[in-house]
């Protein structure tokens, strides 16, 4: 007698060869390439934007906020839950310690996110957009920004080294 399972059982006895498995890497992949990608590529257009001078620094800060606030944090997040499914369906589990440790970086990379670039992005905002009166607040916040953004950056590559070295204690 053969039993079924339908989709959910199809999804826990996913190997690496299934095609489950492999969609949601590739979900996985992506999201992240895109979240965090794409957050990286913020701190090259925040330079470039602040060399060109004030309406470019205010016209990337706008396109920039539309593509965080839609895409690169919903892609973030779901590189995050992918990567749950991943281990879930797939041959790894949260026993493992590259697993636990994956966590890490990216809990620390939402907390930099949303505890100190976004709050200091903003600040820079409304600074840039006050014009020449607070122009050394912006400087000081455009420094704070490129630290952070910095920091973000070091943080995912780090997430991305535990995922290939796949270290163990």
Request: charged share 15%; net charge positive.
């Amino acid at each position: 007698m053969v039993m079924t399972l339908g989709i959910s059982g199809s999804l826990l006895g996913a190997g690496v060869d299934s095609g489950w498995y492999q969609a949601v890497l590739v979900v996985h992949l992506a999201s992240a390439v895109v979240g965090f990608g794409g957050s990286a590529v913020g701190t090259v257009m925040l330079r470039r934007a602040w060399t060109e001078g004030p309406d470019a620094a205010a016209a990337v800060r706008r396109s920039f906020e539309f593509a965080s606030n839609r895409l690169i944090d919903i892609a973030a997040y779901l590189a995050g839950i992918a990567g749950v499914v991943a281990v879930i369906i797939g041959p790894w589990n949260f026993q493992q310690d590259w697993v636990t440790i994956a966590f890490v970086p990216y809990f620390a990379w939402l907390a930099i996110a949303h505890g100190a670039l976004r709050p200091t992005a903003a600040k820079l905002a409304a600074a840039l957009d006050d014009g020449p009166q607070r122009a050394g607040d912006a400087e000081r916040l455009r420094r704070r920004a490129e630290l952070w953004s910095a920091v973000s950056n070091l943080v995912i590559v780090a997430a991305i080294v535990v995922m290939v070295v796949k270290p163990s204690w």
